[in-house]
């Protein structure tokens, strides 16, 4: 059985940068066409925007090569990382 890959190569799949944009306006759509004007309809235009601009936001990282689910942040953490007999010279 095939498993679903949400993140590829530090970012997320292609298929769900898609899917959260559509989603993201299909709320905003449904909101503007289907519930009357209220704060509750507002909160809910405000969600979709959120959800579509998560998605954009990845779009554009995923097209400049910008991986902010990756892990490399570990080994830059390691390297400021001070030794014992540097820390007494300080």
Same mark, same amino acid.
């Given at each position: 059985m095939? %498993?679903?890959?949400?993140?590829?190569?530090?970012?997320f799949a292609r298929w769900f940068r898609l899917c959260l944009i559509a989603?993201?306006? +299909?709320?905003?759509?449904?909101?503007?066409?289907?519930?009357?004007? $209220?704060?509750?309809? +507002?909160?809910?235009l405000l969600v979709g925007l959120g959800i579509a601009?998560? +998605? +954009?936001?990845? $779009? %554009?990282?995923?097209l400049l090569h910008i991986k902010p689910f990756d892990s490399s942040y570990k080994k830059a953490r390691k390297s400021y990382e001070v030794k014992d007999d540097e820390q007494d010279k300080l």
């Open positions: 095939a %498993r679903i890959k949400i993140l590829e190569d530090g970012n989603v993201g306006f +299909g709320i905003m759509y449904c909101t503007f066409k289907f519930i009357e004007p $209220s704060i509750w309809s +507002g909160i809910l601009a998560v +998605g +954009g936001f990845t $779009s %554009r990282a995923a």
